[in-house]
């Protein structure tokens, strides 16, 4: 189209997921066309295309004075219960809103920050939520909201129904940026793909607790780094990224934690922008990332 | 679709480029499903969705007894004429004949040959072309026809002329193996985005003669290979695929070349399997790949 | 020194491991150059300065006509004892033997007999031992014995007497270039850290069978390969080398495998150089590579 | 040596360039030896043992009770005289004041900050130097001099003086972190070796302005980011440290730049971490770097 003002747009994303079979893409783009909506991106992907199953992600532009997106919902409304289709309708510029739960390490924290103010991160940081205080001052500068809610190892609902309050209604995912606790079923299950790790290893390597500690005594020769999202079983969700960096029989436990520092916090960092930017979706424990 | 026999299907390829506007997609697409084409592969890309420029690559599977690829064929050129879109539609079972054109060095060329074997590239080999004989026994015991056309400096005419008449009409591309001679207007011309090469550096540096030896000279802390149509202006054709390997001082050019060879077989390799899949589209001295 | 003529010099290699302590490396360099060896390459490393423990590896050429390396090893003995040093003194001239076993992949195989022609691995290739009749053709055809020893599951035992019978006294160290059987404590315990396996993971992700399968169960980003000396506990020995390609979710497992084979080679081929050149010292089921 | 109290110990490092011969690696450790120094780490090079040039690193400590680093430096002298040897002896407790040069973009400079504060850099940050206001409030609030400093294109001589002003005898060395005006040969010639640069791309190519612009224009499919001593010479100085991001065709050039972004800042922190570390030795237009 020949775009005489952009002002009046709206943009918007389209993911779908549903069983595969011919002519769903064609059904799913004429809606969009029939409602003006212009195509500015689009992929998709089948985990087999007999009988296996079909993920698309859409981002359009929709001029709001002739269309809304509640119009185009409806219009796709028939067409996903015809088809079993999951679709979600977003608007990128109603940004979700993150709770960062971070521990001592900051590198991960300052990464999200930082690209959040640079503008590449397109998400409202709602709140910094920590079991320490050591960040509180840095994080208020920068002018985000700071709690400090300690955890007691044994008495850790007190700490979760705390955090809970605060972030309830209030946030649409959560990010762990080194947050060093284990979180209880009770909140992993309120965000359900909804909360993403930082784990400082090569994922399924080195599972737990000290990865950098065990990969020295391993003798690997490379480093790694892997963001998830959280489920019940500790370490074992849906991979989003993962990233490695060479080291060599020189390397000290030490050492290596400084060199993963750089890795964890851009894997992470990748991780969160395409959670915001609606790039991800989850099938059988595994990521479908359109990036 | 549910599959009950799988031997009637044929598969096919479309590539469209056409300039970007609303509902494209959808078209396409819808004449495919007419022609109950069943979509496996699709991908896309546009320079930019307002007056951009538009690429799209989709695999399917068409059951040949009821539906021909000229049927859709025929069917999709009313669509574009009107769209001023260019459409190239591909059997892969109709496999692109390739010649291989090395010189002395032979890494990339028995890469080529053992991937061909191996089932991973898509592609028949017609013949080796080389100007020297160092490789015959070789290629020849592995099945495949071999020239050896002698390159005088001051009368490359005579050996392209040999050169072409073995080509023409007998290959649909040449893969400049680590070819040392620098090919004329006369054969570029005729194999517009059909030749690839690999060049031993890290395009744009070190255009032309002996790479390594300068990487050694400017000290780089890294080196690489690239793989590139060729065009009339010396390395400076559409970049395919490129890859880097670290080195350090401590190397010497001729161990910067010992390293360079295992990524450079394997960049002109992938080059030259996205080439024979059909997942490049060249536009503006640039590719577009849909690996 | 100012080198009149180097066809009478002779090549030499000293891998030292001791209780670091002040001193050694003038002891040692002291030794040398009373002995007219004149160093070209030195590496050392210590896993603490204070108690710890000290390894280094010498290159050097010496003079023949007027030393003897018997000569230089009687020099090192006191030294050593003195400070229970552990010295190997290696001639590079006399190239270490080396079985390769492997099954029905022949990518790893491939590789390693290309790079030794090429000249790039100093080592000779005594013979090649294989489960499966299938690569037989192409080793003898480039000159190498080939030794064909069905492996009955029920009964190893003979298929490894066969086996031992060939390499005993013939072989210096085995290469196990995607050979798909597990030796038994027999055969491994006679080569120790003289074995050296290519496994098809990132190691420790994916310890044993079919590593592919798993990390595309698991959803990976990134797939690797490891070069490791084989132990009497399966995939757990020390690590040689590792290296890794990114993937993403369009990968079958099968791509992945296709993707996999491309870095296994260079993995074990660099881990199988770094071996023949004495690069690799093993302490506490670790290595140090002094490449 | 076993240490009964390190807190009396001194750091050392020692950096030899001369030309290669027999001996010298023995020389200079007895006299560490004679001296009670004990080498904690140790990394040599030679262009060619036979003529050559010979380049050491040894890192140790020394019981400053028994010896002082004026007695060791006077007992190398005579061997320094005899070999043509250029030897500097560095405290690494003397840590080198660094000053930090800054445009707009703030990546670099906050990486070099956060770095330092985190301990991972062994160097005083004198002060941030810049031709804009932008970053007065972050460096300050750190701790950290901030002087605004305009640079009149048709004046830069003024803008230089003043900058001279500030950091003469002030700074050992200067960092551009995207400092984006070219240093007069007064600058440059002041600080030989000592004024590092990060340029965002992987150079040979794209030298100059715009390079992610460039890189765009020519699709390369691999973007870079370079560290090197500036020269007289624009962006032709000593490459220190490089590195590389793959991208695709579906990249802008400002998408190019933010991820250029992040390799940029970890490029140059480690050029710069090395340089403070003494790791770095310059000949002939190039870099050995002991790391």
């Given at each position: 189209m020949i775009l005489h003002d952009k002002s009046s747009l709206r943009y918007?994303?389209?993911?779908?997921?549903?069983?595969?079979?011919?002519?769903?893409?064609?059904?799913?783009?004429r809606i969009l066309f029939d409602h003006h909506a212009n195509i500015t991106e689009s992929a998709q992907y089948s985990t087999?295309?007999?009988?296996?199953?079909?993920f698309m992600r859409i981002a359009f532009t929709i001029d709001s004075a002739s269309e809304t997106l509640d119009t185009l919902h409806?219009?796709?409304?028939?067409?996903?219960?015809?088809?079993?289709?999951?679709?979600?309708?977003?608007?990128?510029?109603?940004?979700?809103?993150?709770?960062?739960?971070?521990?001592?390490?900051e590198h991960c924290l300052l990464e999200l920050?930082?690209?959040?103010?640079?503008?590449?991160?397109?998400?409202?940081?709602?709140?910094?939520?920590?079991?320490?205080?050591?960040?509180?001052?840095?994080?208020?500068?920068?002018?985000?909201?700071?709690?400090y809610i300690p955890v007691d190892k044994h008495q850790k609902d007190i700490a979760?129904?705390?955090?809970?309050?605060?972030i309830k209604d209030q946030v649409d995912?959560?990010?762990?940026?080194?947050?060093?606790?284990?979180?209880?079923?009770?909140?992993?299950?309120?965000?359900?793909?909804?909360?993403?790790?930082?784990?400082?290893?090569?994922?399924?390597?080195?599972?737990?607790?000290?990865?950098?500690?065990?990969?020295?005594?391993?003798?690997?020769?490379?480093?790694?780094?892997?963001?998830?999202?959280?489920?019940?079983?500790?370490?074992?969700g849906p991979i989003i990224e993962q990233d490695v960096q060479r080291i060599h029989h020189g390397y000290s436990a030490s050492e290596m934690k400084a060199t993963g520092r750089l890795i964890e916090r851009t894997v992470l960092a990748k991780a969160v922008k395409w959670h915001v930017e609606d790039r991800i979706l989850v099938h059988d424990n595994k990521t479908i990332v359109f990036a």
């Amino acid at each position: 189209m020949i775009l005489h003002d952009k002002s009046s747009l709206r943009y918007g994303r389209l993911l779908i997921a549903c069983p595969d079979q011919p002519g769903i893409v064609t059904k799913v783009t004429r809606i969009l066309f029939d409602h003006h909506a212009n195509i500015t991106e689009s992929a998709q992907y089948s985990t087999d295309p007999y009988n296996g199953r079909f993920f698309m992600r859409i981002a359009f532009t929709i001029d709001s004075a002739s269309e809304t997106l509640d119009t185009l919902h409806n219009a796709l409304r028939p067409l996903a219960k015809a088809h079993a289709m999951k679709i979600s309708l977003m608007l990128p510029e109603k940004k979700k809103r993150m709770a960062i739960f971070v521990s001592k390490e900051e590198h991960c924290l300052l990464e999200l920050l930082w690209q959040q103010q640079m503008g590449t991160l397109e998400a409202e940081i709602a709140m910094v939520i920590s079991n320490h205080p050591d960040h509180q001052k840095t994080v208020e500068a920068m002018g985000f909201p700071y709690y400090y809610i300690p955890v007691d190892k044994h008495q850790k609902d007190i700490a979760e129904k705390k955090q809970m309050d605060l972030i309830k209604d209030q946030v649409d995912f959560i990010v762990l940026a080194r947050y060093m606790q284990i979180l209880s079923p009770y909140l992993v299950s309120a965000f359900p793909n909804q909360i993403i790790n930082i784990h400082h290893s090569f994922l399924p390597a080195f599972v737990g607790a000290k990865p950098y500690e065990r990969a020295f005594d391993r003798g690997v020769k490379i480093i790694g780094a892997t963001a998830h999202y959280v489920t019940e079983e500790l370490d074992a969700g849906p991979i989003i990224e993962q990233d490695v960096q060479r080291i060599h029989h020189g390397y000290s436990a030490s050492e290596m934690k400084a060199t993963g520092r750089l890795i964890e916090r851009t894997v992470l960092a990748k991780a969160v922008k395409w959670h915001v930017e609606d790039r991800i979706l989850v099938h059988d424990n595994k990521t479908i990332v359109f990036a």
